[in-house]
């Protein structure tokens, strides 16, 4: 089950399990109090994300959405992650690391510059984790002046994107 773990790019027939894990994880276990109407990104998935450099995808155990990460495109050259999430039954198994480094190579592939992150105080083992990964923390003042800060994040981080190296004949 746990090892059969696929990443696919979001389709719209995920929709309603996203929106529900994403909500679950920020109101039940965070006890966040955010909605769906002040996340109008989940309704509109394809056209918020997958755009440019960007695109959402979901952790599948067979056709249950059991995680989620999301980049935004910004100025060519960033991206912005966004929603990464894994459902807590299925935590402890690697898919955080395995949605992370996905995103990570796809960046390497678009010739990314650097990741960055908006973050809440509240969530510190995903600080740990972030870290851990090779992102670093930034002040607000630091950040690219086109990256997208929701109004909630008070903490972000960076990660420069190793280049793929081309070999030369």
Do not use: C
């Given at each position: 089950?746990?090892?059969?773990?696929?990443?696919?790019?979001?389709d719209p027939?995920?929709?309603?399990q996203?929106v529900e894990?994403?909500?679950?994880i920020?109101?039940q276990?965070?006890?966040?109090?955010?909605?769906?109407?002040q996340q109008?990104?989940?309704?509109?998935?394809?056209?918020?994300?997958?755009?440019g450099?960007?695109?959402?995808?979901?952790a599948?155990?067979?056709d249950?959405?059991?995680g989620?990460?999301?980049?935004?495109?910004?100025?060519?050259k960033?991206l912005?992650?966004?929603?990464?999430f894994?459902?807590?039954?299925?935590?402890?198994?690697?898919?955080?690391?395995?949605?992370l480094?996905?995103?990570?190579?796809?960046a390497?592939k678009?010739?990314?510059k650097?990741?960055?992150?908006g973050t809440?105080d509240?969530?510190?083992?995903?600080?740990?984790?972030?870290?851990?990964?090779?992102?670093?923390r930034?002040?607000?003042s630091?950040?690219?002046?086109?990256?997208p800060?929701?109004?909630?994040?008070d903490i972000?981080?960076?990660?420069?994107?190793p280049?793929?190296?081309?070999?030369?004949?």
């Open positions: 089950m746990k090892n059969m773990i696929q990443i696919s790019p979001y027939q995920y929709q309603t996203v894990l994403i909500l679950k920020q109101q276990e965070f006890g966040v109090s955010i909605t769906l109407e109008p990104d989940l309704l509109n998935i394809p056209n918020f994300y997958q755009q450099n960007g695109n959402f995808w979901v599948l155990d067979e249950n959405v059991i989620t990460i999301a980049a935004i495109d910004f100025d060519n960033y912005a992650l966004r929603k990464l894994v459902d807590t039954n299925y935590r402890g198994y690697g898919i955080g690391k395995k949605l480094n996905f995103i990570v190579y796809w390497m678009k010739n990314v650097e990741i960055y992150l809440i509240k969530f510190k083992l995903a600080h740990q984790f972030y870290e851990k990964n090779g992102f670093v930034v002040t607000k630091e950040l690219p002046t086109s990256f800060i929701m109004l909630v994040d972000f981080y960076r990660l420069t994107v280049q793929l190296r081309h070999q030369t004949e």
